[in-house]
């Protein structure tokens, strides 16, 4: 974590306002952090108008849940802080952190709450970075040097890969209902069910970190 800043997003006795646009004037990865932000509006219009079964039911027996998505998505939230923590607080390349086991996803709007906070603790402390700390980086076993940039920018694209996971499970709610039209779409899934074949086991799984 950069000097001087909290998770709350504040350096040391400045307002949230004051530390807006972090200590360059200008936000880091812009695009990034917009996609982080419209992901609250987003999820929460989903999750909130969707039937309580379907929250539970996998679109699909090797999908995830959208219960499962949700949780998935809060204990990445904070693994990734966590990650992009340890690459600021060192000039030297670091070994990624490890995340500890996922627990099980809790009732959706519950794990959906309690991402929403988390979320906007992020995006606040993430525009008290500077330049030089985006460019600090961790090395992965598997992905090799990683900056704390390449890192925000993953996290946003993660979260698009998770929003595009829930809009397909929908999808496979529709599929089965719009009769020849059918043909202008693939399957929103391999397996995805027909009309007549609907009931999925609700979700029970661990939700493992990507």
């Known amino acids: 974590m950069s000097k001087g800043a909290n998770l709350n997003g504040t350096q040391d006795g400045t307002t949230a306002s004051e530390a807006e646009l972090g200590a360059t004037g200008t936000e880091p990865e812009p695009t990034a952090l917009a996609t982080m932000r419209?992901?609250?509006a987003a999820l929460d219009a989903l999750v909130r108008s969707a039937p309580a079964d379907f929250l539970e039911r996998r679109p699909a027996p090797d999908e995830w849940s959208p219960r499962e998505v949700l949780g998935h998505l809060l204990y990445v939230e904070r693994l990734l802080r966590d990650r992009v923590a340890a690459m600021v607080a060192d000039a030297q390349d670091t070994p990624m952190?490890?995340?500890a086991p996922a627990p099980p996803p809790a009732a959706p709007n519950a794990s959906l709450a309690e991402w929403r906070r988390?979320?906007?603790?992020?995006l606040a402390w993430l525009l008290t970075l500077g330049p030089a700390?985006?460019?600090r980086a961790s090395m992965s076993p598997r992905f090799g040097r990683i900056t704390a940039r390449e890192q925000i920018d993953e996290w946003a694209y993660h979260d698009l890969d998770h929003l595009r996971q829930l809009l397909a499970a929908i999808e496979t709610d529709l599929y089965p209902r719009i009769g020849g039209y059918r043909g202008l779409y693939p399957p929103p899934f391999p397996a995805a069910p027909s009309a007549d074949d609907r009931q999925l086991p609700p979700a029970s799984v661990h939700v493992g970190s990507d």
Request: proline share 7%; aromatic share 0%; charged share 45%.
């Open 38 to 40: 419209a992901m609250v």
């Open 97 to 99: 952190p490890k995340g």
């Open 118 to 122: 988390e979320r906007g603790e992020t």
């Open 133 to 135: 700390e985006l460019e």
